[in-house]
């Protein structure tokens, strides 16, 4: 494995580890999901995006999760 493989499969790791977290907290803790940027830190959107940013992360988690697993 090269180092661009090995830093594709991390990165791709990272990204299913924290993706599963979010969904965890949204899920079993009803958290809120928050996307911040520099200048709108504290903003929140409604019950209805988050459910809908939930599905797009767990369809978004299931395709990194197939593209990690071609990387073998």
Request: aromatic share 10%.
């Amino acid at each position: 494995m090269n180092k661009e493989l090995l830093d594709k499969a991390n990165n791709l790791m990272h990204d299913i580890e924290t993706i599963s977290k979010v969904i965890d907290e949204k899920e079993n803790s009803h958290h809120w999901i928050t996307v911040i940027t520099p200048h709108h830190k504290d903003r929140y959107y409604s019950c209805r995006f988050m459910d809908e940013l939930t599905e797009w992360m767990k369809k978004k988690r299931e395709e990194y999760k197939k593209e990690f697993e071609q990387l073998k």
